[in-house]
């Protein structure tokens, strides 16, 4: 009896220390996934300016100090106010025809940014919004911090995402973005970042997206994470803990109830009855004695 209760005690112990092991696997491996983008797994906000079509990622590095510009050229093409379609405004050029999104960087050798004054994010371009044409320089920033994430398990056309944190300092679109603003650039094509800012790499047709970094006209809606992996698998961990210790619970109330203590009387246990509630025939009432 005792050895019994022992073994039960020691699998109510061992559950715990297992599933808290399952949870810290399961963290480990989705942590893995995560790179040193300053937003893994991005968000959404509003406005949000998409840039496509034509353009070139490039990072030159100088062995000598140790440093290397980061320059990103493309087209934006469409301004997103809100979460439905009908909250799309095409940029087109503005009156010199200039329709041109640009940005420029420095880092060391380990991919950080370091504070230079060539630093800068600019966007051109025309769009109406609410009947009022803006044109010209739309948005204007300098970086603050900087993140990149290769991805090694993908083709080589889009081995890499890289993106960026932005003090808004100027622009007709800036007090629609706030003092802030995010920035993400995914190449589309021809990537050869590796992972590596101790050498040069390029990409053509960057994917970007440009966002305000506070609620700007909608609520951020963010963008799906391991975390809720983590929640998912934990929840249900949980939950096998709780059905296991109700299982354990009745199984020592099972053997309670069936062992009488030393020295007390015996236990009758009432004989099957049948259906119409008269004793079985063939049954008849039987004792069990304690040990």
Sequence with gaps: ????????????????????????????????????????????????????????????????????VFRVTNAPHVITLGPTSGNMVDVTPDHDGTLNESLQLTLDRDGRLVDEPGNKFELYGSVEIGGKVY??????????????????????????????????TGGKLAEAFGPEAYFRITPQANSTFQGDFAASFSGDRPLTSLRASRQAMVAPVPEPTSILFVLTCGAGVVGSRLHRRRRMRRRIAAVSDGLSRPGESPTASRAPRSRSGEPAPSSTRGIRRSP
């Design 135 to 168: 044109k010209g320089l739309l948005l204007e920033g300098r970086p603050t911090a900087f993140g990149a994430q290769a991805l090694s398990n993908q083709p080589a056309r889009t081995s890499g995402v890289f993106d960026l944190s932005l003090k808004v």
């Design 1 to 68: 009896m005792h050895r019994m209760r022992n073994d039960i005690v020691r699998r109510k112990i061992r559950i715990p220390l297992v599933s808290g092991a399952l949870i810290v696997v399961l963290v480990g491996l989705c942590a893995s996934t995560r790179g040193d983008l300053i937003r893994p797994h991005g968000f959404r906000s509003y406005p949000d300016i998409a840039g496509d079509i034509v353009g070139a990622q490039t990072y030159a590095f100088d062995p000598e100090s140790q440093t290397g």
